[in-house]
């Protein structure tokens, strides 16, 4: 089993930043994925941005292209998502998912292709 702890989320203004971490409890995934989706208040889960273990290949929802950047490090078993100008739209819970199996392309970012989930951590961009 895999823990998967997120922390950075907070409330920050339109336009602000905010940096979210996604810690695993062991070493990193075989050939998978890890990454960030969110839930907004009365909608579905959502995928906002990957990156697979191995290659480093980065996958982001159209919405958030060009504003967030996910990373990694290895060493610490962790995943990054670097959020600037954040807008009211971009307020959920910020679940950190991760897959433990090789993947490519679609797979690598569907809600349904993840084996692990943390526990969500909340951002709420004030208007």
């Known amino acids: 089993q895999v823990q998967l702890v997120e922390s950075g989320g907070g409330l920050v203004q339109t336009g602000g930043s905010l940096r979210l971490s996604c810690a695993a409890s062991?070493?990193?995934?075989?050939?998978?994925?890890m990454g960030w989706f969110r839930q907004a208040p009365g909608k579905e889960r959502e995928f906002v941005a990957t990156i697979t273990w191995s290659a480093g290949n980065t996958y982001y929802a159209d919405s958030v292209k060009g504003r967030f950047t996910i990373s990694k490090d290895n060493a610490k078993n962790t995943v990054y998502l670097q959020m600037n100008s954040l807008q009211p739209e971009d307020t959920a819970v910020y679940y950190c998912?991760?897959?433990?199996?090789?993947?490519?392309?679609?797979?690598?970012?569907?809600?349904?292709?993840?084996?692990?989930w943390g526990k969500g951590t909340p951002v709420t961009v004030s208007s």
């Open positions: 062991r070493r990193s995934f075989r050939g998978g994925a």
């Open positions: 998912a991760a897959r433990d199996r090789y993947c490519s392309g679609y797979v690598c970012y569907a809600i349904d292709g993840m084996d692990y």
